[in-house]
């Protein structure tokens, strides 16, 4: 009897983990086990007979316990070991001692998240429930956690899988130079000129059953597009808003970096499941950037620890990828002659685009154009949201300079679907009827400046030297009157 209330012991200590309920009593051999997949990935479990025994008459207990047929050659007495089954961690403990016997394992088909298995015609005894070896590995699936538990089967009983796994999440932060200084709040999508340092962010949580692990793996795998470049000096590593400098490795990979946790639980002594680890560094926006609604996407998932029935160790699984984009945009400025039909395009004129700082209160160069054929056709590209003013540098011969043109873009993007949303630009001074057409997938505004001649002074010869003769006659006369004039004077 001893025996059967250590047994009824571990049963308590083990509806921590799954929620049994046993609502009815069965024959010896018509009892049944429902598992429920509670967890996030698909899961393929195996059922394997630990012990057996007689059903005591009218009780939910076991005796006259035996070893089961799910067992290969156990060693001593089947009521000795079970007596050591006092909680959950002993009975875990036993389970790695004993060599499963595969040809006598029952499985089952994949089982989806919320979804259940049935598995029937079962004597009555305790039973190892574990998902199929290497079936939560990360080459396999994403959230994937193994599960093993030992609970006892009498009639039918319904039992829910406590999986978990932990999540990452990435943020970017987004500004806009022209209006402030400071840096937005953390998003999913931002918007940056080239050569700007862009600051992300990585946060990965912890599983609640952490304690269940000896050793905890924990990757960070961030992987960059290449119009990102990573700044290599920036990054800093927190784990529950403090800074850490030791227990973890940065790798740079072909497209990003790793940082790598080999056992984050040494990293301090009050890491437990609410923590929260994070990663914050610069990428700088470069040449390589595409522009509009393409974007520069930046991701990352996390490595993890996922088979607390090995401690921690070997087996990990995936999270899914979390995503954040960048975009950045183009101004495309089309010269053309005011005088002709139709607008014809104009060579001959070069423009500077500067745009507004408000640290300093004065505008700054911004991108430099890249001219087309015929030199009629100028683009700036890699362009954050702001206020700018184009200025014309040089004017074709025979025009009239345009007054420097002030204008904003103005761009919208969506968080929850990391799309480009509008792209706009009006002028503000200058030619106030200056007109942007958005491109949004190309990120384009794009504009028409014109050029017209104005008035020309006369030319030497013809009639242009006969008005500057008479001109000069005249002069010279008048000159010479009040010369006389005074002589008249001065005689009196």
């Given at each position: 009897?001893?025996?059967?209330?250590?047994?009824?012991?571990?049963?308590?200590?083990?509806?921590?983990?799954?929620?049994?309920?046993?609502?009815?009593?069965?024959?010896?051999?018509?009892?049944?086990?429902?598992?429920?997949?509670?967890?996030?990935?698909?899961?393929?479990?195996?059922?394997?007979?630990?012990?057996?025994?007689?059903?005591?008459?009218?009780?939910?207990?076991?005796?006259?316990?035996?070893?089961?047929?799910?067992?290969?050659n156990p060693t001593g007495s089947a009521e000795e070991a079970a007596k050591k089954m006092t909680d959950e961690k002993a009975a875990l403990d036993l389970v790695k001692t004993l060599t499963l016997n595969n040809s006598n394992a029952t499985k089952s088909e994949a089982v989806k998240p919320q979804q259940s298995h049935k598995f029937t015609g079962l004597k009555a005894g305790y039973y190892?429930?574990?998902?199929?070896?290497?079936?939560?590995?990360?080459?396999?699936?994403?959230?994937?956690?193994?599960?093993?538990?030992?609970?006892?089967?009498?009639?039918?009983?319904?039992?829910?899988?406590?999986?978990?796994?932990?999540?990452?999440?990435?943020?970017?932060?987004?500004?806009?130079?022209?209006?402030?200084?400071?840096?937005?709040?953390?998003?999913?999508?931002?918007?940056?000129?080239?050569?700007?340092?862009?600051?992300?962010?990585?946060?990965?949580?912890?599983?609640?059953?952490?304690?269940?692990?000896?050793?905890?793996?924990?990757?960070?795998?961030?992987?960059?597009?290449?119009?990102?470049?990573?700044?290599?000096?920036?990054?800093?590593?927190?784990?529950?808003?403090?800074?850490?400098?030791?227990?973890?490795?940065?790798?740079?990979?072909?497209?990003?970096?790793?940082?790598?946790?080999?056992?984050?639980?040494?990293?301090?002594?009050?890491?437990?499941?609410?923590?929260?680890?994070?990663?914050?560094?610069?990428?700088?926006?470069?040449?390589?950037?595409?522009?509009?609604?393409?974007?520069?996407?930046?991701?990352?998932?996390?490595?993890?620890?996922?088979?607390?029935?090995?401690?921690?160790?070997?087996?990990?699984?995936?999270?899914?990828?979390?995503?954040?984009?960048?975009?950045?945009?183009?101004?495309?400025?089309?010269?053309?002659?005011?005088?002709?039909?139709?607008?014809?395009?104009?060579?001959?004129?070069?423009?500077?685009?500067?745009?507004?700082?408000?640290?300093?209160?004065?505008?700054?160069?911004?991108?430099?154009?890249?001219?087309?054929?015929?030199?009629?056709?100028?683009?700036?590209?890699?362009?954050?949201?702001?206020?700018?003013?184009?200025?014309?540098?040089?004017?074709?011969?025979?025009?009239?300079?345009?007054?420097?043109?002030?204008?904003?873009?103005?761009?919208?993007?969506?968080?929850?679907?990391?799309?480009?949303?509008?792209?706009?630009?009006?002028?503000?001074?200058?030619?106030?009827?200056?007109?942007?057409?958005?491109?949004?997938?190309?990120?384009?505004?794009?504009?028409?400046?014109?050029?017209?001649?104005?008035?020309?002074?006369?030319?030497?010869?013809?009639?242009?030297?006969?008005?500057?003769?008479?001109?000069?006659?005249?002069?010279?006369?008048?000159?010479?009157?009040?010369?006389?004039?005074?002589?008249?004077?001065?005689?009196?």
């Amino acid at each position: 009897m001893k025996g059967l209330k250590k047994l009824t012991s571990l049963m308590l200590a083990i509806a921590l983990v799954l929620s049994i309920s046993v609502p009815s009593f069965a024959a010896q051999d018509t009892n049944s086990l429902t598992v429920k997949n509670t967890g996030k990935a698909d899961h393929t479990f195996e059922l394997y007979q630990i012990f057996t025994g007689d059903v005591v008459k009218g009780k939910k207990s076991i005796s006259n316990i035996k070893w089961g047929n799910g067992v290969t050659n156990p060693t001593g007495s089947a009521e000795e070991a079970a007596k050591k089954m006092t909680d959950e961690k002993a009975a875990l403990d036993l389970v790695k001692t004993l060599t499963l016997n595969n040809s006598n394992a029952t499985k089952s088909e994949a089982v989806k998240p919320q979804q259940s298995h049935k598995f029937t015609g079962l004597k009555a005894g305790y039973y190892l429930v574990k998902d199929v070896d290497k079936s939560q590995n990360k080459d396999k699936l994403e959230d994937g956690a193994y599960t093993l538990y030992i609970l006892k089967v009498v009639g039918e009983v319904e039992a829910e899988t406590k999986l978990d796994v932990p999540k990452v999440e990435k943020k970017v932060k987004d500004i806009n130079d022209s209006e402030s200084q400071a840096e937005g709040e953390w998003a999913d999508t931002a918007d940056h000129d080239i050569g700007d340092k862009v600051s992300f962010k990585l946060e990965g949580t912890l599983p609640t059953n952490l304690d269940k692990y000896t050793t905890y793996k924990y990757v960070f795998h961030d992987e960059l597009s290449e119009g990102l470049t990573f700044e290599e000096n920036t990054v800093v590593v927190k784990v529950d808003g403090a800074t850490i400098t030791n227990g973890f490795t940065k790798t740079k990979t072909a497209n990003g970096f790793d940082i790598t946790f080999d056992d984050l639980k040494k990293v301090s002594p009050t890491v437990n499941h609410t923590s929260k680890i994070t990663v914050e560094y610069k990428a700088t926006l470069n040449q390589k950037a595409k522009l509009g609604s393409a974007g520069n996407p930046n991701e990352v998932y996390l490595e993890y620890s996922n088979n607390p029935n090995k401690g921690g160790e070997g087996d990990t699984g995936k999270t899914p990828k979390d995503k954040v984009i960048v975009f950045t945009y183009k101004v495309v400025v089309n010269k053309v002659d005011g005088n002709a039909a139709a607008n014809k395009p104009l060579s001959g004129a070069q423009f500077k685009l500067e745009k507004w700082d408000a640290k300093t209160n004065a505008y700054k160069d911004a991108a430099t154009a890249v001219t087309g054929t015929g030199g009629t056709t100028f683009e700036f590209k890699g362009l954050d949201d702001g206020k700018y003013r184009l200025t014309e540098t040089v004017t074709p011969d025979g025009y009239n300079t345009i007054n420097p043109i002030e204008f904003n873009v103005v761009a919208k993007h969506k968080d929850d679907n990391l799309t480009l949303e509008s792209l706009n630009g009006n002028a503000l001074t200058g030619s106030i009827d200056l007109n942007f057409t958005p491109k949004l997938q190309e990120g384009a505004l794009e504009t028409t400046v014109v050029n017209k001649s104005g008035p020309e002074l006369p030319e030497t010869g013809g009639m242009g030297r006969t008005i500057l003769y008479v001109v000069g006659a005249a002069l010279i006369i008048g000159a010479g009157a009040i010369l006389l004039s005074n002589r008249k004077k001065a005689g009196k």
